[in-house]
C-alpha cells in the first residue's frame, strides 16, 4: 500500500522517496508513467503521422469542400480523445524528475538486469543524476526510456546511452503531440467548412 501511495503521489510533485534495491513492484510504478507511450502506439497504428503533410480546407469555397471536410471527420479521432492525449502528452513533456523520483527509477532500472552487473548501485545512480544537469526529464520521460532499455538492452546502458535514450523518448511525446496538434486543426477546419457549407448565405 505504501508504494501506490508513494506513486500516486508523484505526478502531483515527483517526491518520490528512493527505496532499497530490490524493494519495488515495476509494475505498480511503471504503469502510472508510461500512459503516454500507449498515445504513441495508436498513433502510430492508426497512421495519423500521415496527416501531417495534408494541407487545410479552402474555407473560401465551403460547398466544393463539404464531401472533403465530411470524410475527415469521419477518418480523424473524436475531439475529446484528442485533447485528452494533448494533456497526457503535455504532462509528459513539462514535467521534472527530482533528485528522489531518478533514484528511484534508475534503481528500478538496475533491478531489472542480472545483479552484479553494476558492482556500485549507488555509484551509478549518482553519476546518472549528475549527468542530467539541468537537462532532466519528466518522470513519465525516464520511465518510458527505461522500457525501451529492458526491451532491447541485455546489459544495463552506460550513462551517455541513458541519456541519449531520455532524449529519444522525449522527442517522441514531443512529435507525437505535433500530430495531435495538427489532427485537431484538421477536425477544427473540417467542422468550420462544414457550418460555413450549411449557413445559407455561404456559397454552395
Known amino acids: 500500500m505504501e508504494e501506490l501511495?508513494?506513486?500516486?503521489?508523484?505526478?502531483?510533485?515527483?517526491g518520490l522517496r528512493p527505496?532499497?534495491?530490490g524493494d519495488h513492484r515495476p509494475l505498480a510504478l511503471f504503469e502510472p508513467l508510461v500512459g503516454h507511450e500507449k498515445i504513441l502506439r495508436h498513433i502510430v497504428d492508426a497512421g495519423l503521422g500521415a496527416w501531417m503533410r495534408i494541407k487545410l480546407l479552402d474555407l473560401r469555397h465551403?460547398?466544393?469542400v463539404r464531401q472533403h471536410a465530411l470524410t475527415r471527420r469521419a477518418q480523424l479521432p473524436a475531439r475529446e480523445n484528442l485533447h485528452a492525449w494533448d494533456d497526457d502528452l503535455c504532462h509528459a513533456l513539462d514535467g521534472k524528475a527530482d533528485r528522489k523520483a531518478l533514484s528511484l527509477l534508475l534503481t528500478v532500472m538496475l533491478d531489472g538486469f542480472p545483479r552484479g552487473m553494476v558492482p556500485n548501485v549507488q555509484t551509478y545512480v549518482d553519476a546518472a543524476i549528475l549527468a542530467f544537469g539541468d537537462t532532466v526529464r519528466s518522470p513519465e520521460t525516464l520511465a518510458a526510456a527505461i522500457l525501451r532499455i529492458w526491451r532491447k538492452d541485455r546489459y544495463p546502458p552506460t550513462i551517455a546511452e541513458l541519456l541519449e535514450e531520455c532524449e529519444r523518448a522525449h522527442h517522441a511525446a514531443l512529435n507525437a503531440r505535433?500530430?495531435?496538434?495538427k489532427t485537431?486543426?484538421?477536425l477544427d477546419n473540417a467542422d468550420e467548412a462544414l457550418l460555413a457549407a450549411s449557413d445559407p448565405a455561404g456559397e454552395n
Open 5 to 14: 501511495t508513494l506513486i500516486g503521489s508523484m505526478h502531483a510533485d515527483a
Open 19 to 21: 527505496g532499497e534495491r
Open 62 to 64: 465551403p460547398g466544393a
Open 184 to 186: 485537431v486543426a484538421l
Open 178 to 181: 505535433r500530430v495531435v496538434a
